[in-house]
Nanobody, 129 residues
């Protein structure tokens, strides 16, 4: 069974930093994408960043470029999201999700939630002003 478990959320002041972790288990596919999404109350889920396991290539939403960094440790089956210079508008529940680039999928990194077939339970990030 595929499982993704997020951790690292919390309360931080504006300008502060947090690092989220997403531990992966239950699959042996070597080429996959792990995306970080977030959802604030009353808003749609939005993609933040995504990384490809096989080469470490990544994409970022414009709103987090220059502040967030995604990375992967394949030996530990863990994806990290380093978040710096946090702003109140970054407050949301953050989810990690897996895209296994199935035959019928887009086959490249993206921010379409429907392309991601396994999701974690989410971790709350709250940034105070």
């Amino acid at each position: 069974e595929v499982q993704l478990v997020e951790s690292g959320g919390g309360l931080v002041q504006a300008g502060g930093s947090l690092t989220l972790s997403c531990v992966l288990s239950g699959f042996t596919i070597r080429d996959y994408g792990i995306g970080w999404f977030r959802q604030a109350p009353g808003k749609e889920r939005e993609g933040v960043s995504s990384i490809r396991s096989i080469d470490g290539s990544a994409i970022y939403a414009d709103s987090v470029k220059g502040r967030f960094t995604i990375s992967i440790d394949n030996a530990k089956s863990t994806v990290y999201l380093q978040m710096n210079d946090l702003k109140p508008e970054d407050t949301a529940v953050y989810y990690c999700a897996a895209d296994f680039f199935r035959l019928y999928s887009l086959g490249y990194l993206n921010f379409y939630p429907n392309e991601y077939e396994s999701w974690g339970q989410g971790t709350q990030v709250t940034v105070s002003s």
